[in-house]
Nanobody, 123 residues
Framework: QVQLVESGGGLVQAGGSLRLICAAS????????MGWFRQAPGKEREFVAA????????YYANSVKGRFTISRDKAKNTVYLQMNSLKPEDTAVYYC????????????????WGQGTQVTVSS
């Protein structure tokens, strides 16, 4: 069993930065691939970024590539999403998720989800 808690969201102006944090509990956290997803008002939840259990491979949605960076610290059971050059279209609730399978962009493949953290980017 893995429990995920996101933090670090907030209100920021366009061009600014935020770092989201996903704190995980569970002895087997280090064996899970991790992902970040987001859901904007009136839209479906979409993939943002993912990282392998070893942290050596990362994947990004085209919309955030070059601006966002996902990373993990196994010793702290934590996954991060550094978001730079934020745009108003990045406004959404951001979710952290864990999968026992291989790293993937597919939402259905993730087994555990956090409650989400709101990110609002003003123009």
């Amino acid at each position: 069993q893995v429990q995920l808690v996101e933090s670090g969201g907030g209100l920021v102006q366009a061009g600014g930065s935020l770092r989201l944090i996903c704190a995980a509990s569970g002895r087997t956290f280090s064996s899970y691939a991790m992902g970040w997803f987001r859901q904007a008002p009136g839209k479906e939840r979409e993939f943002v970024a993912a990282i392998t259990w070893g942290g050596d491979n990362t994947y990004y949605a085209n919309s955030v590539k070059g601006r966002f960076t996902i990373s993990r610290d196994k010793a702290k059971n934590t996954v991060y999403l550094q978001m730079n050059s934020l745009k108003p279209e990045d406004t959404a609730v951001y979710y952290c998720a864990a999968t026992r399978g291989i790293v993937t962009m597919a939402e259905y493949a993730y087994d555990y989800w956090g409650q989400g953290t709101q990110v609002t980017v003003s123009s």
